[in-house]
Structures are given as C-alpha cells and as structure tokens.
C-alpha cells in the first residue's frame, strides 16, 4: 500500500535541532565577522558590511545537490519534450542561484537578500511538489519521514561540506521512485535551512536596518567624527 506524504516527510526529523543550530552558527559567524570589521573603519563597515561565502551556506550546499539530482532525474525518466523536465530543472536552479544572488546583493540591499532567499525558498517547494507529483500519478510509494529509506538520506546530508558526489551513485543506479524520494528529502532539509535563514535575516534587518538607514548612520557619525576633530584644533 503507498505512504502518503504528510508534509513533513523527508525533513530534518531528529536532527533538527542540529541542522537549526548550523543555520544559526552561519549567521553568528557572519555577524561576528562585520562585527570585527567594523572596529578598523566603523563608518564604511557600518554602510557596506562585508558577506560570508555563500557556499558555506548550509542551504545552498544542498541546493546543488538537489539540482544535480534533479537535472539527472529528468534526463533518466521522463521523456524528451516533456514540459515538466524545464519547469523541474528551472526550480532547482532557482533556487539554487537565488541563494547565491541574494547573498551577494547582502552588501547594499538586506532587503533585496530576503526577497531573494524567498524566492529560493519558494522554488524549491514548486520543485517538492513536482516530485510528489511524479510519484502520485505513477502509484509510486512516498517514504515516511520515520522510515529507514529516509533516515538513511538525512544522516547522508549531516555530511559538511555536502557534495553531490555522495549522490552520484544513486542518481545512475537507483530507480525513480527511490530517486524521487531521495530529492525529496533533501529538499525538505533545505527548505527546513531557508526558513531559518530567512528568520535570521529578518532579526538582522530589524536590528540593523536597510541600506538607507545605515547611510544616515554613517553620515552622522562623519559629521560628529568632524565636530570633534574641528573641536580638537
């Protein structure tokens, strides 16, 4: 009898707090980096904050996983002229390139990354809901979040950094319905990674503000950095 998905399926499961934690770490590291900056030029740090590498980023590291998965998945089980082998591809680059480029517009747009890193976030459940999909119309059995299959995908992703090397056997190997699964237990833990990333940017925007506002900051600081040199002389 098929497994239905109760929309948890595939996610971080019992090592959830571990992978939040990591989320949270990533952020605290770049924080403490702009922070450190901050003290050699504490004007042009406080306007332009330098950005952590993003393929440091948990979320992205899976991201490439899922697209390399998934542009091997199409090429594999479904046939030449299918629409969906665009739209399946085209969402995981989404949300693959979405991070990269929200991360990089990080320096002069919080904003803009948020939006970004949502958009991501967004692909890939378009992207979830295709592989659901495939398995639904075919009959295929969906793994239970607590099932062996998918315990064994989630402690395959504890692995940092995460390749897709992991993964290449399966993806030349292991049927589609297994294959299927597999993305969307990943999946699952990105997305688990993007909502956590997206909470601690929107801490960080409403603590440090957008670009606007630190440029009123660093310009009252200069003023006040002149008054006291004009002062001194």
């Given at each position: 009898?098929?497994?239905?998905e109760?929309?948890?399926?595939?996610?971080?499961?019992?090592?959830g707090?571990?992978?939040?934690?990591?989320a949270?770490?990533?952020?605290?590291?770049?924080?403490?980096?702009?922070?450190?900056?901050?003290k050699?030029?504490?004007?042009?740090q406080?306007?332009?904050?330098?950005?952590?590498?993003?393929?440091?980023?948990?979320?992205?590291?899976?991201?490439?996983?899922?697209?390399?998965?998934?542009?091997?998945?199409?090429?594999?089980?479904?046939?030449?002229?299918?629409?969906t082998?665009?739209?399946?591809?085209?969402?995981?680059?989404?949300?693959?390139?979405?991070?990269?480029?929200?991360?990089?517009?990080?320096?002069?747009?919080?904003e803009?990354?948020?939006?970004?890193?949502?958009?991501?976030?967004?692909?890939?459940?378009?992207?979830?809901?295709?592989?659901?999909?495939?398995?639904?119309a075919?009959?295929?059995?969906?793994?239970?979040?607590?099932?062996?299959?998918?315990?064994?995908?989630?402690?395959?992703g504890?692995?940092?950094?995460?390749s897709?090397?992991?993964?290449?056997?399966?993806?030349?190997?292991?049927?589609?319905?297994?294959?299927?699964?597999?993305?969307?237990?990943?999946i699952?833990?990105?997305?688990?990674?993007?909502?956590?990333?997206?909470?601690g940017?929107?801490?960080?925007?409403?603590?440090?503000?957008?670009?606007?506002?630190?440029?009123?900051?660093?310009?009252?600081?200069a003023?006040?950095?002149?008054?006291?040199?004009?002062?001194?002389?």
């Amino acid at each position: 009898m098929k497994t239905r998905e109760n929309g948890k399926n595939g996610n971080t499961g019992s090592d959830g707090n571990h992978v939040k934690a990591s989320a949270e770490e990533q952020h605290c590291s770049q924080n403490s980096q702009n922070s450190q900056a901050s003290k050699v030029s504490p004007v042009s740090q406080s306007l332009l904050p330098p950005r952590g590498d993003y393929r440091t980023l948990l979320s992205y590291q899976k991201a490439v996983v899922i697209y390399e998965i998934t542009f091997r998945f199409c090429r594999r089980f479904l046939s030449r002229g299918d629409r969906t082998i665009d739209q399946m591809v085209q969402a995981a680059r989404s949300g693959k390139q979405n991070i990269i480029e929200g991360s990089k517009a990080a320096t002069t747009s919080k904003e803009t990354e948020i939006k970004l890193t949502n958009v991501a976030r967004a692909s890939l459940e378009e992207l979830l809901e295709d592989y659901r999909d495939y398995l639904n119309a075919r009959d295929l059995l969906t793994w239970d979040k607590n099932s062996r299959q998918a315990q064994y995908v989630r402690n395959l992703g504890r692995n940092t950094p995460l390749s897709f090397e992991i993964f290449r056997e399966f993806t030349e190997t292991r049927p589609a319905e297994v294959l299927a699964n597999i993305a969307i237990c990943l999946i699952h833990q990105a997305n688990f990674l993007l909502d956590q990333q997206l909470k601690g940017l929107e801490k960080c925007f409403l603590k440090d503000g957008g670009l606007r506002e630190r440029m009123t900051h660093a310009r009252l600081l200069a003023r006040e950095q002149h008054r006291k040199n004009q002062e001194r002389k």
